[in-house]
């Protein structure tokens, strides 16, 4: 297969305040970006060098680089601090937000503001990394993990990411059916998994009992139309999609 990035996203949950399904935090990416432009994503993004070198330096697991560049970038993306122990008071959180987009290392960035990472906070959720060769491709690695109860307002970036949204997954899609905002093919696939639970704890629980397997998504033919398909033992409800409707990106 052609080489890929090594990359990170998480899924936050939060309680609706009507009692419905859990929300999940989303990010409209700019039009300008290389990779899923003008879509709705989770927060995440690359695993950088930085994050090898910490999760070395603190002997986090197989997985540790990963977590750390998605407790990173939520942070970077989107203001809010997962994975971080004690919490950071607002004051606190802004400054280590600027310092992250001025450069600074993750590792300095914790150390000035006298907190450490929590990584059992991140749940394992999936592993996704496409084949196709006509555009950048991503080893991404799925965490889920639960708003804190003391968690800041969330805000964007104003970079790479234009808008964020609270939404349930069913919402989601139900926008993206309507034609109302766009989502990528993976982003479909695990909306559609998630949609499935009614609270973060049930959602956490399936992951833990699921099987974490690369997903590279191929084509088949199925009734005469070429389909982008995905296993059918990982726990998601729908495993393909009429390539002719298929986003990628």
Known sequence: MPPAIPAATLVIFRDAADGGPPELLMVERAKAMAFAAGAMVFPGGRVDPGDHLLAEVIGAGDDGAARIAAIRETIEEAGIPIGLSP??????????RAALHAGTSFGEVL???GVRLDLEQ???FARWRPAHRNMRIFDTLFFLACLPADAPLASVDATENVRLVWASARSVLDDADAGRLAVI????RNLERLAQFDHFEDAAAHARATPVRVVTPWHETRDGEPHLCIPDDLGYPVTSERLSDAMRG
């Open 185 to 188: 093919f993976p982003t479909r």
């Open 87 to 96: 919490a950071p008071s607002p004051d606190t959180l802004a400054s280590m």
């Open 111 to 113: 150390a000035d503001a």
């Open 122 to 124: 991140l749940v394992p």
